[in-house]
């Protein structure tokens, strides 16, 4: 149930809104919404949507994504790049609008209004695996851009996304899928009644090995128990998922240890011993009311996880004997509060809906960062105990001042506070900070089935608190410079979004979005990196075209060009910052018993290093799927990866390192981790 409040143009009926909330699943949130029409597997987002680059993506659409793994089914995100440059296990690489985000920082992401993203996380600030995820039970994708939306609190500057699972099923669900490279999977999942509800539940268990001389042997068990009663207006439900894994780990490997042999081959090792293990363990909760006087929402989440993560990217850089394998621990206990309620109201004698909404979260953390060798411990570098805790507030006010003119205007204010207890005294303390961040959007029309957007908005996220207060590198033992706990962002946007051709609907965007710095944890070394001031320019052209019953395209374009402010003598640029992204995605289905689908995404070069001397190549791939329905309650599919078998890389990084016999300080060089190469998977889905 996602919270859409702050893009309502004018209020309506509040029984006509609950009704078309149980109706279009969970799209009606904390408020009433204006009637809203359907064409075919989309919602539109005429007249409701406060910006070109907010909207919706329908658990039919979902459906018909071919996903190596989970989380590239937020692909389905207009310019979203979801890859991986490690095991499976590991959380994903994102790109979005200019930024190679990492494994999430600046990507606020929600499964059910539970936070993904994991602060001060041992490997990377805003750490978010969705291995977790089942994507049969993903109804609904919501996503936003943009820092210009009340709601949306920390790491939400580039975008945030919400994941809605189901609360029932329409049918039972037995899947049975096979493939190459030791892909297996099993998923059974249904939802009886249960006195007054229903009682959800979905067990998954999978292994894959991928294409690597050392299998990445990835296992996972994962399940979900839900109870729920009523509908997305008013009822509630009670989760608890469990998610257990272990995998080995192909690291990125550099390009000359290919070119030379000494890397015998591109889906090859240099440490063997790399891998993981992590679980995931929540219970969550969700209560919604609505009626006439307005609509309110509570949600409360208690999530357990651990991560024991074993890397080597220098391979023997820092330690010429025993090599440069590290470890990076992370145990937390992550508690978290929602709660809003909207109003219907008047503003100057014009409807207006008023949203008020306060958001608590706390954070038990032990990580720590380790030297090993063959995943056993040879020292520690740092270990650190860490309490993070947050309470935002937030007003939004929704007004629709003529026909042709409507206004989103909303506040937040976020206060946080850091306390670090480290094993070395001089870098433990405390510390917080606060921030106001105004919204502000304006939307004129529609006019020929045509909107126009102005969208106006300060955002942030939260830097690790380790380095909020770290006094010596816990490395070399030098000075070390402190970081600010929360990051200023400000953006600008313009838009359109138009339906002015039949079966079109169409989005266009020019976007500005400014960082006071791009200060970032460096959890592979346990310090901090001073960052400078950037600036992302760019824009987005995203299209959904259903010219007839039986196929859906999407086809989306973007660009975006990201710079520091200052040269600082060594260049603008941001390294991995993308540059240009496109895809198309084709969808068949009503063609008899057959259904299929194509899959094109590509993500251009980018620039490697601040002066643009070293650069990416690019990556396109290809994936698909055809299928046939023996019976309405029968099918089976055929899905392939890679179906041009390129040779491509999922990720590129610049920087030193040392194989055996090179020089003591190492060689600079491209490190890249490969796609998979071409592999198929057949799947028999059993409806009961």
Request: net charge neutral; charged share 20%.
């Amino acid at each position: 149930m996602s919270n859409y409040n702050n893009v309502l143009p004018f209020r309506r009926s509040m029984l006509a809104a609950a009704l078309l909330s149980a109706s279009v699943g969970a799209y009606a949130q904390e408020a009433a919404l204006p009637t809203l029409t359907v064409e075919a597997s989309r919602l539109s987002q005429m007249g409701v949507a406060p910006s070109a680059n907010a909207g919706i993506v329908t658990q039919k659409q979902l459906e018909a994504r071919t996903v190596y793994r989970p989380g590239e089914l937020l692909e389905a995100t207009p310019g979203l790049i979801v890859s991986q440059h490690s095991g499976e296990g590991k959380a994903n690489q994102f790109y979005l609008r200019g930024f190679n985000l990492d494994h999430g920082t600046d990507l606020r992401t929600t499964v059910d209004g539970m936070v993904v993203n994991q602060r001060s996380h041992a490997h990377g600030q805003g750490w978010t695996d969705l291995n977790f995820m089942i994507p049969e039970l993903a109804t609904q994708l919501e996503y936003r851009k943009g820092p210009y939306y009340a709601s949306e609190g920390d790491f939400a500057s580039a975008g945030a996304l919400r994941v809605r699972y189901a609360d029932k099923l329409e049918q039972g669900i037995a899947n049975f899928s096979l493939g190459q490279n030791g892909y297996r999977r099993v998923l059974l999942a249904d939802s009886p009644k249960l006195g007054d509800g229903r009682l959800l539940y979905a067990i998954e268990s999978f292994h894959n090995d991928g294409p690597f001389l050392r299998g990445d042997d990835y296992t996972k068990l994962n399940g979900v128990l839900r109870y729920s009663q009523g509908n997305s207006a008013n009822g509630f439900q009670v989760s608890a998922m469990a998610y257990h894994a272990t995998w080995n780990a192909t690291d990125q490997i550099p390009q000359r240890g290919l070119a030379s042999g000494v890397v015998p081959d591109r889906f090859a090792t240099i440490d063997p011993t790399d891998g993981g293990k992590s679980h995931r363990y929540s219970l969550s909760g969700e209560w919604v009311k609505s009626n006439d006087r307005g609509s309110s929402r509570v949600n409360a989440y208690v999530i357990g996880q651990q991560l024991d993560l074993y890397s080597n990217f220098t391979y023997f850089l820092d330690d010429p004997v025993n090599g440069d394998q590290f470890n990076q621990p992370d145990r937390r206990v992550t508690s978290g509060l929602n709660a809003s309620h909207m109003r219907p109201a008047t503003l100057f004698g014009r409807e207006a809906e008023n949203t008020f909404g306060v958001q608590l979260q706390n954070d038990n953390i032990f990580n720590g960062l380790h030297n090993t060798v063959a995943r056993k411990r040879l020292s520690t570098t740092r270990e650190d105990h860490i309490v993070e805790s947050n309470i935002g507030l937030y007003f939004d006010n929704a007004t629709r001042w003529s026909e042709h003119f409507r206004t989103v205007a909303g506040v937040r204010g976020d206060y946080y506070r850091f306390d670090v207890k480290s094993h070395q005294p001089v870098n433990s303390g405390r510390s917080s900070d606060s921030k106001v961040s105004p919204k502000l959007n304006l939307i004129f029309g529609p006019w020929a089935k045509t909107e126009y957007y102005l969208n106006f908005g300060a955002g942030f996220h939260s830097n690790d608190a380790r380095g909020t207060t770290i006094s010596i590198d816990p490395k070399t033992g030098n000075p070390a410079e402190r970081v600010p706990p929360l990051v200023r962002a400000k953006g600008m946007e313009v838009g359109l979004r138009s339906e002015i051709i039949r079966g079109l609907q169409s989005s266009f965007s020019v976007y500005r979005l400014d960082f006071d710095s791009e200060l970032v944890f460096v959890g592979d070394a346990g310090t901090t990196e001073a960052g400078r001031p950037s600036r992302r320019t760019g824009f987005e052209f995203s299209n959904y075209y259903k010219p007839n019953k039986w196929l859906t395209v999407d086809a989306d374009v973007a660009y975006a060009r990201a710079r520091f402010r200052d040269a600082d003598g060594v260049g603008q640029r941001i390294p991995g910052s993308v540059e240009g992204v496109a895809s198309l995605a084709l969808a068949v289905d009503n063609v008899g018993p057959y259904f299929g689908a194509l899959q094109l995404r590509y993500f251009g070069p980018r620039p490697l290093n601040e002066n643009n001397s070293v650069r990416s190549s690019a990556t396109s791939t290809l994936n698909g799927r055809i299928g046939y329905k023996f019976s309405p309650r029968v099918k089976i599919e055929l899905e392939g990866f890679n179906l041009t078998n390129r040779r491509a890389a999922a990720i590129e990084y610049f920087y030193t390192s040392r194989l055996p016999n090179e020089p003591a300080g190492g060689v600079q060089d491209v490190h890249f981790h490969p796609i998979e190469s071409r592999s198929f998977r057949v799947a028999l889905n059993v409806n009961f």
